[in-house]
């Protein structure tokens, strides 16, 4: 049978080009009845903010505009205003995010499906899904994010969701953008893009560049920023709009490199509360380097205005290679960096090493080239088939999906010295001496969904299929050469069915959603672990009355099987290895509000937005010791790293020569290990506010001066106790641009 399958697969030609088409069936009480709109592509989720409102899961879409108003290099802020999602910050320009949806994990955004144009964009998004590479959204044209029912489409995880990313699209008649600021810490960005579309032809290039010196102070003085290249080109080629059989090939090329002087090494909290952007001098050696490339080929048969195959071939390779302070050794006993600054008192000695207060002998200092490489590619497929009935519309969506990736692992150790705050190197590591294996994955997906559209009610039954087989060689610290004289080999598999039934009922100023599916996320090569299980339930409201819009929606995901991962980026070892921490109960609220208060005038407008998310969270078993990353867990306790309370205020004053836009959002209190109560003061990262300020002044309609402020407040606050130590947030920043476009 899977056989047959990948031959299918093959068979189809290259994939994705978007197209919308717009159904309007006549009803027998009144004139017309407009259809939700069909998104063809498979590149796409929602595609519109009118998908996202009548979707029959929770949906959030931001636009084009919504993007430009503060133009924020950081996806952490950008998703900020969603209600639902969650997210620590680590090096306060959204280089490595951690994002949740909906409660589950936000360590290194590896609970969440993450895609870019709807293909898998994590380096290995089933072998090793910790995003240390994220798309630069500076150059994305939109973003989606869906939550809740009906997600049968996008896998792996299905738990909590999915984000999609849309790059540039090519342009449909000659656009030329270019956009360039300047302002604190050095920091500048230059972004420049062009391109047009003939009768069979169509081009895109885009150019994008953001740096910045930094906004830490490390010990002795240096770099504490990074500098980050972008470029895409996209190519197409299409018949004409009157061919019997419209087709359509797309080609996408994407590179980007990353140098970043960035580091796992916090602070103590006595530190933080006296000079909270000091960065400590064992630390002067980190830096992260890493480059990306992706080639994709997408392709659309549309055989009909109701039948369409739109298939899509893509390779992503990744390679990075953090140099970073790892450990401390002092007369032969080794501590981890996390264990030193969670304690700082009952490891003096090695905590004065890495703050420089004391010199250290050779090899004191161990600093780890965590040097890896990753590969995704795969190749997959979406038929689409809609018809129409008396008061009906029917949708069938068939997916298909053959996917492998690997991370290869090829790190060692280097010792250092450090007097009077300055590091020497004094000992060379041996590559692959430290880490020497490759973990692997292949994957089958396949969904079937069908959307049935009776009047104003549409059900969305589903099911999606995942057959995974996951593998490491280890070839061991003794056997560099990769010759296999010492290998170790484990495997392990997972299939699992994924239903989903989601529903929305339209009334004439509100409707009622909802639905249930199975959450899923896969396990490692762990012989013998089990995939992570779930299921998920949620109930809404979307409404408008009076010009205020809105939604609110109450999700419950219960847990069966939760799994911790122990990655070095949450105070851990850096392994990959999952535990399993049993049943678990997320439930909770989200709300979204709009209002223009000055609807009434032509010249003017001031829109408002209120979101707000409360999550509450409790382990329903107890598990564990003293020494797994989230501690002693206790039937009751709650989750780490997830804020009960968040809430985000957006307001803006839109005038056709000017814009003024403000931003407000507090983050609650949140714990960084499993426990109840009183959260203690070592394991504690408290509420913050943080208000961002943006503008722009438009010269004509193709010049624009622009201006943002990160923090206006100077608000200083931690953002998080992870990988090792508190970390600050950006503080107060201001920056002036100009935007030129034809």
Not at 50 to 68: D, F, H, V, W
Not at 187 to 194: E, M
Not at 463 to 474: A, V
Not at 554 to 563: E, K, Q, T, V
Request: proline share 4%; glycine share 10%.
């Amino acid at each position: 049978m899977r056989q047959f399958l990948l031959l299918l697969l093959c068979i189809f030609p290259l994939f994705i080009h978007a197209q919308n088409t717009r159904l309007i069936v006549q009803s027998r009480d009144s004139n017309l009845i407009q259809l939700n709109e069909v998104v063809l592509s498979a590149n796409v989720i929602l595609g519109s903010k009118y998908q996202a409102k009548n979707r029959t899961g929770s949906a959030y879409y931001i636009s084009p505009e919504e993007l430009a108003t503060f133009n924020y290099t950081d996806i952490n802020r950008v998703l900020r205003s969603v209600p639902g999602v969650s997210f620590y910050e680590e090096d306060g320009f959204g280089l490595r995010p951690n994002i949740s949806l909906r409660g589950t994990s936000p360590e290194r955004s590896a609970k969440i499906t993450l895609m870019e144009d709807g293909v898998l964009i994590a380096p290995a998004p089933y072998s090793a899904p910790a995003a240390y590479y994220f798309p630069s959204v500076v150059r994305m044209q939109a973003v989606e994010i869906l939550k809740g029912s009906s997600q049968v489409q996008y896998g792996p995880f299905t738990t909590g969701g999915a984000i999609n990313m849309l790059s540039t699209k090519i342009p449909d008649h000659f656009n030329a953008f270019l956009t360039a600021s300047y302002g604190s810490f050095n920091s500048g960005r230059l972004h420049a893009k062009i391109g047009d579309s003939k009768e069979h032809f169509g081009y895109m290039v885009e150019y994008l560049n953001f740096n910045s010196d930094g906004y830490k102070d490390l010990d002795l003085g240096g770099n504490t920023g990074f500098d980050k290249n972008d470029l895409v080109a996209k190519f197409r080629l299409n018949t004409s709009k009157t061919a019997t059989l419209s087709q359509a090939l797309e080609f996408k090329f994407q590179y980007s490199d990353e140098d970043s002087n960035e580091t796992y090494v916090g602070l103590s909290d006595s530190d933080f509360e006296a000079t909270p952007y000091r960065r400590y001098a064992g630390s002067q050696a980190d830096e992260m380097i890493n480059d990306h490339i992706q080639f994709m080929a997408t392709h659309l048969f549309a055989f009909s205005d109701q039948f369409h195959i739109t298939t899509n071939a893509y390779y992503n390779g990744f390679s990075r290679n953090w140099y970073k302070l790892d450990a401390v050794t002092l007369d032969g006993e080794r501590r981890s960096l996390s264990g030193i600054l969670s304690d700082p008192d009952n490891n003096l000695s090695y905590f004065q090493l890495i703050s420089g207060q004391q010199d250290g002998p050779s090899d004191a200092l161990l600093v780890k080239a965590n040097n890896r490489k990753y590969i995704s590619k795969g190749i997959q497929t979406k038929l689409d088939y809609h018809w129409m009935g008396e008061h009906t519309f029917h949708d069938i969506e068939i997916g298909l999906r053959y996917h492998y990736d690997e991370e290869d692992r090829y790190q060692w150790v280097d010792g250092y010295e450090i007097t009077n705050g300055v590091m020497n190197r004094t000992s060379e590591g041996t590559p692959g001496t430290d880490a020497n294996r490759i973990s692997d994955a292949r994957a089958f997906a396949s969904f079937a969904l069908y959307k049935l559209k009776y009047k104003d009610l549409t059900i969305t039954p589903g099911l999606r299929y995942e057959d995974i087989s996951l593998g490491r060689t280890d070839y061991g610290s003794s056997d560099i050469e990769r010759l296999g004289t010492d290998i170790s080999l484990r495997t392990n598999n997972s299939s699992v069915w994924i239903p989903g039934m989601g529903f929305n009922y339209n009334f004439d100023r509100f409707s009622i959603f909802g639905g249930v599916h199975k959450g899923f996320s896969p396990p490692t090569n762990k012989e013998g672990e089990k995939a992570e299980k779930s299921i998920n339930m949620e109930l809404g409201s979307r409404f408008t009355f009076k010009g205020l819009s809105g939604e609110i929606i109450g999700f419950f995901n219960d847990y069966s099987n939760l799994l911790g991962s122990d990655l070095a980026a949450t105070g851990g070892t850096g392994s990959l290895e999952q535990f399993n921490a049993g049943e678990v109960n997320v439930q909770g609220l989200e709300v979204l509000l709009n209002y223009d208060l000055l609807a009434a005038n032509k010249s003017l407008k001031f829109p408002v937005t209120l979101a707000y998310t409360y999550t509450d969270t409790e382990f329903k078993s107890s598990f564990g010791s003293a020494e797994d990353i989230w501690g002693e867990v206790m039937t009751g306790d709650e989750l780490p790293y997830i804020s009960k309370h968040q809430f985000n205020a957006g307001l803006s004053l839109e005038h056709s020569t000017f814009d003024v836009n403000l931003s407000g959002r507090f983050n609650g209190e949140f714990r960084t290990k499993a426990g109840k109560g009183a959260i203690p003061s070592n394991e504690f990262v408290p509420s913050s506010f943080v208000l961002d300020v943006s503008g722009a002044y438009h010269l004509n309609p193709h010049t624009s001066i622009t201006g943002n402020i990160i923090n206006m407040l100077d608000e200083v606050y931690a953002v998080s106790r992870v990988p090792s130590g508190l970390r600050p947030g950006h503080p107060f920043g201001a920056y002036v641009g100009i935007r030129l476009q034809y």
